[in-house]
């Protein structure tokens, strides 16, 4: 578990949490919304153990018993509402796990702490129900809503919550973190860092996942001979990518991100703009055979097709329109 100078970035979200403790100014519930990976949970846990670290209202010492209870997971001021269906958190998870408990006063510190992860899932009567503890909570009482999505909630709830939106970091921060703490070459670790779009915990996944490095050598291989292979051959090899249970979409990602690559070194020369750097003499030469507006109708046309994938039109016939004007183009 971290305090918060272990978190990498965010650090207007960290500053404001770490001024309420010092202030005594913390709000009673908060919201904090993010992609998953972006960081909440470690976000709220370290809040949590600020809040009732024994030495310290910057950063938690990890020393102190109350630390050393959150550490094990143990302490009786932290309570993580837990719900049985997957997909929902009922009325009675918010009665009987905050509601009916809210009310007994801390046991050793001076804040009672409720984490409520995926509160997306609160049904609207949940909601409602939690509205009531929200608008008129004891003084010690703090609710940390963990989400996903923000817009799902009532926006009775979003108006009584101190709303905090967590933020894609930028590439080069994900990227020097995965070679400094990971030790992933730096070439490798700028194409995590691309492919995550600024969610440390995706780039942290992908730099150790073995169907991303199949994905990776797979659908580069397919890029690199697009051009002398015939449709149904095309066809064929994307087939074979959906047996090895690759995922469509991050297929499309990654043909993005290729194209890109192949635009970026056409306007600028420049080998640091690439992310694929290792494929430099590749990319040179498609560069040359290709035109401003021939790579503009590509990324148009991988768009149009994860649009259509979306929507659930016939899987074949929108890649197969996209191969094509990849091939043609």
């Not at 960290?14 to 009673?28: D, M, Y």
């Not at 809210?102 to 129900?129: C, F, H, W």
């Not at 016939?314 to 094509?324: C, F, G, I, K, V």
Request: charged letters at 25%.
């Amino acid at each position: 578990m971290a305090g918060f100078h272990d978190i990498v970035g965010h650090e207007k979200i960290k500053e404001h949490l770490q001024k309420a403790i010092e202030s005594h100014r913390v709000s009673h519930a908060y919201i904090l919304s993010g992609e998953a990976g972006m960081g909440r949970k470690t976000l709220a846990k370290a809040f949590a153990m600020t809040l009732l670290c024994e030495k310290s209202d910057r950063e938690p010492c990890m020393q102190c018993h109350s630390c050393k209870q959150i550490l094990s997971g143990n302490h009786p001021d932290v309570i993580w509402v837990t719900h049985e269906k997957p997909a929902s958190i009922g009325v009675e998870d918010v009665r009987r796990q905050i509601n009916d408990t809210i009310l007994i006063r801390p046991y050793n510190g001076s804040y009672k702490i409720y984490m409520v992860d995926e509160a997306e899932k609160m049904t609207a009567q949940a909601q409602n129900a939690l509205l009531k503890t929200i608008e008129e909570p004891p003084a010690y009482a703090v609710i940390i809503l963990m989400t996903t999505n923000q817009e799902a909630f009532l926006p009775t709830i979003r108006s009584r919550c101190v709303q905090l939106a967590l933020r894609p970091l930028k590439d080069p921060v994900v990227s020097e973190y995965l070679t400094a703490t990971l030790d992933v070459p730096e070439n490798q670790a700028d194409i995590y860092a691309a492919f995550a779009r600024g969610n440390l915990g995706k780039a942290i996944h992908l730099a150790g996942s073995e169907e991303f490095a199949l994905l990776y050598r797979e659908v580069l291989t397919l890029l690199k001979n697009i051009k002398g292979m015939e449709i149904p051959m095309l066809l064929d090899y994307i087939r074979r990518l959906q047996e090895d249970n690759l995922d469509l979409d991050e297929c499309l990602d990654f043909m993005q991100l290729w194209y890109r690559d192949i635009l970026m070194f056409k306007v600028t020369r420049d080998i640091n703009t690439l992310i694929f750097k290792d494929e430099y003499s590749v990319v040179s030469s498609l560069c040359q055979k290709s035109s401003y507006e021939g790579l503009e109708t590509i990324l148009k046309a991988i768009e149009k097709a994860k649009v259509r994938l979306d929507a659930n039109v016939n899987t074949d016939l929108a890649l197969e329109l996209m191969l094509l004007t990849m091939k043609e183009n």
